[in-house]
Every structure is written in C-alpha cells, then in structure tokens.
C-alpha cells in the first residue's frame, strides 16, 4: 500500500481538511499536485470554512507552499465540501487561477446559475408527489439549509477537456468522468503508477450517496445509480494499487471495496422486492421500510438512496410505477 512518503516522491500531496457532515465517512480530501510549471494543480478544495480553511493553509505549510503556488484548480464535482474552499484560494493566490470541472457540475458551484435553495420548491413538489410527509420535509430543510451558506460560488468555471491528460511533474493523470454521485464528477487515474484519484466515486467504508437531482421542470434528469453501476465496474476493470479517495484514508484492493458494494447493492434490492410483493407502495413507504429510525433531517439522502434503488429495479424491468396525479407508487411487474 502507498503511504504519504511514497506518494510526496510522486509529488502528490494529500490535504486533509475537517467537515461537519458525519455521513461523508471522514475528513474530506484535497490532493495539492506538483505541476512541470514548478506551481500547483489542486484537486478540489475542500469547505472553506475556518475550520477547513486553516487544515487548508497548514497543509500547503507543510510541504513549503501557500496559495501563491496554486496555479489551476479541479474540482471534482460540485458538492460544497470540494469546492466551498475554492473562492478564498483564488483570493489568496494573487494572480489568476483557472478553475475546471465538468459541465454537468458546474451549475452547482458557479455564479449566475440558480441555488438548490432556489429551487426548494420544485423539490417540495416532487417529494409529495413520493409521499413524503410536510412535516418531514419542513424539519429536514430546517435542519439543512444552513449548509448552503457555507460555500462561496465560484466567479468562472470553464469545463475540463477530458481528452488532455494532466501532465505533471512526476505523474500523468487520465481524466475520467465517472457519473453517479453527481452527474458529473471527476476522477483521475495514474495509469504508469497504478493510483486512481476516486473522490467521493469509491470510499473504502462508505457508499456514496446517489442524490436526486431534477431538471428544470422538476422531473427526474437522470438516475444516479443506474449510471454509478456502470461507472463503478469501469474502475473495477482498472489496474489500481492505491485509491485515493475524498474522505478518509487511501487504500488498496479497489476490486473487494467493489464488489462489497454490490453485494450491498443486492441486498438493498431485494429488501425492496420484500416490501413491493405486499402491493404497490410509494417512495416514501419504501424509504420507511428501509430506514426506519432515520431522522427526519436524513430525508433527503434516505429518500435519494430509496429511489436510486427503485429506479435499478426499474432499468431491469422488475419494477414499474404508477404515475397518478398525486403520487408516485411502485409495483413489481
């Protein structure tokens, strides 16, 4: 197994930065990379909060660096606890970082885009329409809005040219888009050395969240764990040594880490094969079948987490659902 030494010879430089969100598996990762330029490509960034931001400062000390070295930025998908810290970087660097990400994420961490907070009512409507209670969903809003003060959006973000590797000082990293978590998070993969930069794709002791996200007219844009499946078994089929994840520790032996996951994948699914022979149910019966001492603040990654699931078993053909004007119920076929 790689250890830090092994990776500083490769100029690869893992930053860990602390987070309040317990369900992440950890303290989330940003990797400061040298570049042939002498400066520093930074793969994500971590919250921005003090707390962060100062883990941030004291891990670029550590390795002899500051902001000033960081010349470009990656951010890895647009959760708030990658990019949140990216605004004050760019502040503190004195001169002009570019920031890339993939298309289908920055919508979530640029200016000039709508909120989540923004569309909290186009979500309202689709999680009644699942059969989520009022009072669930006005506690767990109450319960997490705070979390989307915490990041500064982004003044520019262009999109990352996924046929150019990044070429490094001592490493040359594949970009690789590996669809699941978010639509459009990014992974890099040293082929010569056998590292895989997974993010948030791939956590040792965690499954990554697959989330709803809905499109403009507050329909379904796409199914999280449909494409996380398919992505996943392309990092199976990988030559990797060591994977170095967004939260934790890295680690080894990617191909169990995976196959474990599937297994759990399984067994979710057929839990909810379990509830369905009973009769039609709705998303949000199922989601109480599956986590029944969740709290009310975990609505929203329980019910993702359900739905994903149900839209598998759709894919399959084993499921199906009925679309009446209320609500969204679900039946084997």
């Known amino acids: ?23 992440a598996g950890g303290p989330v990762n940003a990797y400061a990379i040298e570049d042939r330029d002498g400066g520093l490509l930074l793969f994500d960034s971590g919250l921005g ?3 962060s931001s100062a883990a941030m400062a004291e891990g670029l000390a550590r390795i002899g660096r500051s902001p000033r070295d960081i010349h470009r930025i990656v951010v890895s998908h647009g959760h708030i606890d990658h990019y949140g810290g990216a605004a004050g970087l760019l502040e503190q660097a ?3 970082v570019p920031v890339h990400a993939h298309p289908r994420d920055i919508p979530k961490m640029a200016e000039g885009f709508p909120r989540w907070m923004d569309q ?11 059969g989520v209670p ?14 989307f003060t915490k990041a500064r959006r982004l003044p520019r973000v262009e999109p990352i040219d996924l046929a150019e590797p990044l070429r490094m000082r001592h490493a040359t990293f594949e970009v690789m888009h590996m669809p699941g978590h978010t639509p459009g998070l990014l992974c890099l993969y040293d082929r010569e050395h056998r590292l895989f930069v997974s993010d948030d794709h791939l956590l040792e002791h965690v499954s990554p969240n697959p989330l709803i996200e809905l499109g403009p007219d507050g329909q379904e844009d796409w199914r999280p764990l449909v494409a996380y499946l398919e992505s996943v078994m392309r990092l199976h089929a990988l030559d990797v040594d060591a994977i170095l994840p967004g939260h ?8 169990a880490v995976i196959d474990r996951l599937l297994v759990f994948y399984d067994k979710r699914q057929q839990r909810i094969r379990e509830e369905l022979r009973k009769g039609p149910l709705t998303g949000w019966e199922v ?15 329980t019910v993702s987490e359900t739905l994903a699931n149900l839209e598998v078993l759709e894919e399959r053909g084993e499921v199906a659902r009925d679309a009446d004007p209320d609500h969204l119920r679900f039946h084997l076929r």
């Open 248 to 255: 934790a520790t890295p680690f080894g032996d990617h191909r």
């Open 287 to 301: 989601t109480r079948h599956l986590f029944p001492r969740a709290p009310a603040s975990a609505m929203f990654l």
């Open 49 to 51: 909060s003090p707390q």
């Open 1 to 23: 197994m790689i250890d830090a030494a092994d990776l500083a010879d490769l100029g690869i430089h893992r930053i860990s930065m602390p987070i309040p969100f317990l369900e």
């Open 94 to 96: 004195g001169h002009d």
């Open 120 to 130: 909290v009512g186009l979500y309202g409507a689709f999680f009644l329409r699942l």
């Open 134 to 147: 009022l009072d669930v969903m006005e506690e767990a809003w109450r319960q997490v809005r705070e979390g």
